[in-house]
Every structure is written in structure tokens, then in C-alpha cells.
């Protein structure tokens, strides 16, 4: 028997000022898509913002369904629509921003485990590591260079 120890490494921010600029842009348009969350059951409200390497940003939001497994996240929304519809395109950054509609969401909430399997089928696919960035309202900011490093020993193609 032989124990591996698995590590991954993220960069915390204090406040989304401590982030460049054109990262602080991403993530306001993730929280403006936040506001178009459709989300009556949870009242929980996600938004997300992709950056492709054609300069085009995807935006998406949480889609709820009276059905629950039928709705989608925003990180999903975002992500099959960009493929969906620039289907040659890199995905270079994301920023996502959520919280709760009935009491202040402080610390930063990372994707969901589907939404991590959903985006590590692109950067298999492209090669290319995918940048993520997520917060609550306010607070803390978290960087994760690649989706890799939110989901150690992931199931891809190589496995089929
Ligand atoms: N949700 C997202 O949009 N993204 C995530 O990564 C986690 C959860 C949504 C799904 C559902 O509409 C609500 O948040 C509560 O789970």
C-alpha cells in the first residue's frame, strides 16, 4: 500500500479591488447577470461571466424548474451557450459571484461538482487551462489557475 497526498494551491484575495482591473469588469458582469438569475425555490442566485479567447463574454445565471433536477446553474448556462454558440473558441476566464436572496452570503462559493466535471470537459478539450474566479456579494475573492486544480483525479475522455 503506498498513501498519495493530493494538493492544490489558490490565490485568496481580500476584495475584489486587490484584482486587475479587467478581472474586476468580469466579475461585475457576472453580478449583473447574477440579477437575472431565475431562482424561486432556492432563492439562491449565481452569476457567471466566461471570457473567450475571441474577446466575446458568455454571460448565465441560475435557471430553476418547479421539476428541481430540470434547472441548470449558471456556470453550466454560461458555458454550453458559449460552446454552443462559438464552438472554435477558448475558454479562457471565468468569474462567478453568488449568494443567497434571504441573508448575506460573506464567503466565497466555489462551483458546484457538476459544473467543475462540465468545465473540465473544455479544458481537456482545448488543452488550455481555464482561469476561475469566485466570490459571495462581497468579501473574498478566490483564484484557481485551471479547473484541474478544483477537481483532482477527474473522469475525462482518456478514461472511454
Ligand atoms: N447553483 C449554481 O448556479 N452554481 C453552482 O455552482 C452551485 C449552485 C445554483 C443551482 C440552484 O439554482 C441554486 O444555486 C441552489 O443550489
Same mark, same amino acid.
Given at each position: 500500500?503506498?498513501?498519495?497526498? %493530493? ?31 431565475? +431562482? ?6 449565481? $452569476? ?5 479567447? =475571441? ?9 430553476? =424548474? ?7 446553474? +449558471? ?54 487551462? %481555464?482561469?476561475?474566479?469566485?466570490? $459571495? ?10 479547473? $484541474? =486544480? ?11
Amino acid at each position: 500500500m503506498k498513501e498519495v497526498k %493530493i494538493e492544490t494551491t489558490l490565490q485568496v484575495f481580500d476584495n475584489i479591488k486587490e484584482l486587475p482591473e479587467a478581472l474586476q469588469a468580469l466579475m461585475s458582469q457576472a453580478s449583473e447577470a447574477r440579477q437575472k438569475a431565475y +431562482a424561486p425555490y432556492s432563492k439562491f442566485s449565481v $452569476g457567471a461571466a466566461l471570457l473567450l479567447d =475571441n474577446g466575446e463574454v458568455i454571460t448565465g445565471s441560475n435557471q430553476e =424548474n418547479a421539476s428541481y433536477p430540470s434547472g441548470l446553474c +449558471a456556470e453550466r448556462t454560461a458555458i454550453y451557450y458559449a460552446g454552443a454558440k462559438f464552438p472554435k473558441a477558448k475558454f479562457v476566464k471565468m468569474a462567478i459571484i453568488a449568494g443567497s436572496q434571504l441573508h448575506p452570503t460573506l464567503t466565497p462559493i466555489p462551483p458546484c461538482g457538476a459544473c467543475r466535471q462540465a468545465i473540465a470537459e473544455y479544458e481537456v478539450k482545448q488543452d488550455t487551462p %481555464i482561469e476561475l474566479y469566485f466570490m $459571495g456579494e462581497t468579501g473574498k475573492v478566490v483564484r484557481s489557475n485551471s479547473l $484541474g =486544480n478544483l477537481l483532482p483525479l477527474l473522469f475525462d475522455k482518456s478514461a472511454l
